[in-house]
């Protein structure tokens, strides 16, 4: 234990003198994490936090186009450009603008589609007073089949974001029919009945909107749950990176004490190898769990600092203290490894650190595993980047407790373990220091 | 038993090597004794040091140190015996106090005693007054000195030094030379390899001169100089039997 404790003593004296280090430990990584969730926060927030620009050619002038502007306006989401230089917008000048790359999305609403509309209705409509025997009847005739909302995006969207704005509009439109219909019974139903207390426009919208949705917390503890977000996600993902990172410093390290000649020295001193890796594992493991805070802090105080949210800890903030540890361990064990096994600084430093990129590629840092393949999904359980990841958002996001990580922490123990004990095994064979 | 070191037929060829680095080598060392072992570049005689401090295994033959086995009996003989190896074995970013207090304490040694016997020998060897600088900054010399002092911190019986003044100063290398001969007295052995044959003629009460992993011829250094025909100093012995042509 003295043997482990003067080691940590030592690391500690080297540690602070090596100001290159502790930049590469601390500074990279936080300048890392506040930068990816700046990159990052615009797709990751949901759409209902975001405004679009959107360009809106009514050739229709008619009922159906001013809801569809209205509920586009009500749902904020959407900015509703219909005039450009006071001029209404052409079905011509919004291709162009969108060809040009100066708005995402437009929509033209063709001449007599509200006309197309109410004829739809009052089909509707006159179907169901034929049914109900109620004798009256709307004017019909023939239907259009031309009469359709056209959507035009900007090239270079994405297939998700073409999606979302045409689920979204085609809520608008279905809510516009819908409304149209209801007006189309009620016009019927007073043309029958004289009385029409009980069938007014109002309570035949109530009918439709009976049945609403409304999003609930998963838990049941009456807490705050904290959806997906940039900071929630790129702080701890980040952070975790920058921990696995320390595998460059501390290969180049142990490669470095052998060139030098101190670990032939360590070798020569009687039963003092295992003491010191072990001090050397300890210290650097501290060395991560003091990171990870720092990072979370950046995440809590400095992100609302830049407009971003701030980060959330969850339920059991003080479960994040084990689960650093492990995360920790298993990064420098893995760095032990790398330079115990390597020879020279040029073969570990550049496997040390693409070594890191793939993991963190496998294990979801870059893009949530959700979105991998299942193939993918299966490979990226090898990655102690994703039991990492997954873990620390089991607290934050889940809102866990420590039970709830203990299958975390186990695998990234044992992943450390393993790559340790790999490393004792390849030091003990003799002349392992010498160069 | 009367040897220190005691060395049969050892024998060890490396992966990839054309050559042996040891073919056979038998020497022994007495107690009390500083031996020289000398022999051109690829002679053999870092990996005759490596293989009595357990740091290789022989391919074949014999090792022992005071009685010990080399390949078996590991940290009983590092325990007793002190390396100075050829590198500077010492953490360059820490001051040579630090160095000494930190390996002393892996010795399983008490930081007082640690103090105790780093003050002497800092003293002894001219680097009390740098003992607080970092050791990369230290002079050729100076690094010598602070690795010599790093081996001797738990006291061993033996010490083995494998060309400890190799690009020192004269001033350096005197103090390192007077200091050995004194540690000699002390009653300790002394297995010590250079290619300054003055130094080794000076210091050691016997020489064995090795060459392609082979003994060639061992002897007081007076004893070899007399007994070789047209021979008067050490360095004439040595190119009489290993030849004038450069060794890689």
Redesign the interface.
Known sequence: M??TL??I??EW??FR??LAGLLLLFIMPAILIIVMALVQDAPFRDYQELRFDLLLADNDHGSLAGQIKDGLKQSKNFHVIDSIDGQPLSDQKLKTLLMQGKYKVGIVIPKGATAEVVNSANTIANNLSKKLGLGSTLPVREHRNDAYIRMYFDPVSKPTFRTSINYALDKYITYACSNELVKRVSKLSRMSNEDSSTTDDESMAKVFDGVGLKEEALNDKGAYTHHMNSVQHNVPAWAIFGIFFIVVPIGGHIIR?RE???A?????????HI??ALGKILFYTMVCVVQFAVMCSIGIWVMPLIQLPALHLGLHPMALIPMAFAIGFAATSYGYFVGTIFKTTNQALPFGAISIVIFSAMGGIWVPIELLSPAMQKVALLSPLHWALDGVHELILRNGSFADIVQHIVFLLCFGTCLWLVSIYKYNK??H??? | MPFAIEIDGLHKQYKGAWNPALDGLSLSVKKNQVMGLLGPNGAGKTTCI?IL?????ADSGSARIYDMDCSRD???I??MTG?V?Q????????SAW?NF???G????LQDNIVKERAQNLLERLGLEKHADKRVGRYSGGMKRRANII?SLLHEPQLLVLDEPTAGVDVQSRAMIMSFLDEYHKRGNTILYTSHLLEEAEQLCDEVVIIDEGKFIVNGSPKELVAQTAGCSRLEDVFLHYTGHSVRD
């Open positions: 003295r043997k003067a080691t003593i030592k004296i080297l003198r090596d004490e030098e000649g101190s032939l020295r360590i070798e020569l001193i009687p039963r003092a003491s010191v003799r002349g220091s010498i160069q | 490596n401090c357990g740091l290789v295994d590991t940290l009983a590092r325990r390396v190896p590198q500077i074995a010492l953490f360059y970013n820490m630090e207090m930190y390996i304490r892996l010795y399983g790093a």
